[in-house]
């Protein structure tokens, strides 16, 4: 995403953005993302999309 609002504190991270996250073997994609990063846990909130090689 180009726009993420962060607040240290909370270790959480927001955007409203479009979302791409890169993995090993494929990409998912989404609008919006919330990001807990204590837990390391991100939610994607709509249209979300995976593309993944079968191995």
């Known amino acids: 995403s180009t726009r993420m609002t962060v607040f240290p504190q909370k270790q959480y991270a927001q955007t409203e953005q479009a979302v791409r996250i890169d993995g090993a ?22 249209n979300v999309r995976g593309q993944y090689e079968a191995r």
């Open 25 to 46: 073997g494929g990409t998912t994609t989404g609008k919006g993302m919330k990001t807990y990063l204590k837990e390391g846990r991100v939610d994607l909130l709509s």
